[in-house]
């Protein structure tokens, strides 16, 4: 018996690390997909993530151009009020 285990253990010391990965076939979970073609709900959900992208940097533009113009208002006041002084 002992020597069955010992045999067992040195066997299983001569497999390449790479024979225990685990291969998924294209679309599974886990696996990456190609970019070339997929299925409509593949497709839709790309154009759903891609939308909500483009909405979310919109939302953070239209937040630059206002902080923008906030600043724009600071320096405005800054600018006048030193006008002022120097005259």
Do not use: C
Request: aromatic share 6%; hydrophobic share 30%.
């Amino acid at each position: 018996m002992l020597s069955r285990s010992s045999a067992l253990k040195n066997s299983v010391k001569n497999i390449h690390p790479l024979a225990y990965i685990r291969l998924y076939t294209e679309g599974a979970t886990g696996a990456p997909r190609s970019e070339g073609g997929g299925d409509s709900f593949t497709k839709r959900e790309k154009a759903n993530e891609d939308y909500f992208i483009r909405q979310h940097e919109k939302e953070q533009l239209a937040e630059l151009r206002n902080q923008l113009q906030k600043q724009q208002k600071k320096l405005d006041q800054i600018e006048s009020k030193i006008e002022q002084l120097s005259k």
